[in-house]
């Protein structure tokens, strides 16, 4: 599988309304030029119309209530109309029960979406490949937002992360948390993650588009 590069835009004033769907554009013109898969999840309200300027877009949260009498729920069916692929899940700044994890992973299934469930360490990643997602994301919080990677400061996070996944099934790991520049992506890949999830350098870039070139690049060598 070729890596893939994913794209958490979070709550970033940077991230909302127009400049949001810019920087969806841009993953979708790099993505284009690389041959590189990058997926970008926008804020919820800006998901329908940014996946107007970008082929593949996920949410940053699902619940698994179904659709009906469920006030302020985003539903499975409600993201896909608006044009997702998929969603992450579970990510440390969103964390739900394990149960929720199950129902909603299987909740996506159903609707025909992918899932990237996201994980804190090794042993929640190979505790939660039972679920199988689409894809599992190692994110140790301490580094999340540091600037620092987990690639270059915790190699062994995503080594041991990936090892156990592999010990459960096939889910594709993909590692993030700090990545900032092309090196930290070639590091992880080199490591084992099928490919990084990132948010603030390429949020907080002065040239997103340069950044996402250069680390995609280094991507499309493997
Ligand atoms: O989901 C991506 C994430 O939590 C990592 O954030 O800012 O360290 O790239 P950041």
Known sequence: MKPIIALNLKA???????????????????????????????????????????????????????????TGMLTAEAIRDAGAKG?????????????????TIARLKEAGLESMLCAKDAEESGRL???EPTFIAVEPPELIGSGISVSTAKPEVVRSSVEAVASVNSTPVLCGAGVSNAEDVRKA???????????????????????????????ARF
């Open 12 to 70: 970033y004033p940077e991230s909302l309304g127009k400049r949001g769907l810019e920087l969806c554009q841009i993953a979708a013109e790099v993505s284009l030029l690389s041959g590189v898969r990058i997926i970008a999840a926008p804020q919820a309200v800006d998901l329908r119309e940014a996946a107007l300027a970008c082929p593949d877009v996920f949410a940053q949260h699902v619940d698994s209530a179904p659709q009906g009498a469920c």
């Open 189 to 219: 890949i080199e490591l084992g993650a099928a490919g990084v999830l990132l948010a603030s350098a390429f949020v907080k870039a002065k040239d997103p588009k340069a950044l996402l070139a250069s680390m995609a690049e280094a991507a």
């Open 129 to 131: 490949a039972k679920y």
């Open 87 to 103: 969603s992450l899940l579970n990510h440390s700044e969103h964390r739900l029960p394990e149960n929720e994890i199950a129902k």
